[in-house]
């Protein structure tokens, strides 16, 4: 598996969904699995499903987002 563009566009998209999912209601402890789940579900939109570059997607948006929320407070 090689990492391409499409993975640095992935990431802050899934990052902003996840963000406006949690501005509707959900609760922030949900976060990380939706982070997920939109991951997965952003290779099939792109047209390349992948379950394990998905699930990098959604791992690594979450992490970036608790880390960089980390280093700002």
Same mark, same amino acid.
């Given at each position: 598996?090689?990492? +391409?563009?499409?993975?640095?566009?992935?990431?802050?998209? /899934? $990052?902003?969904? +996840?963000?406006? $999912?949690?501005?509707? @209601?959900?609760? +922030?402890?949900?976060?990380?699995? /939706?982070? =997920?789940?939109?991951? /997965?579900?952003?290779?099939?939109? /792109?047209?390349?499903?992948? =379950?394990?570059? @998905? =699930?990098?997607?959604? =791992?690594?948006?979450?992490?970036?987002?608790? @880390? @960089?929320?980390? $280093? +700002?407070?």
């Amino acid at each position: 598996m090689e990492i +391409t563009t499409q993975f640095a566009v992935l990431v802050p998209i /899934v $990052i902003a969904l +996840t963000q406006m $999912i949690k501005g509707a @209601g959900l609760s +922030t402890r949900f976060a990380p699995v /939706v982070s =997920l789940v939109l991951g /997965v579900l952003s290779t099939l939109v /792109v047209g390349q499903f992948d =379950l394990l570059q @998905g =699930l990098m997607v959604g =791992l690594t948006a979450s992490g970036l987002f608790s @880390g @960089g929320k980390a $280093i +700002t407070q």
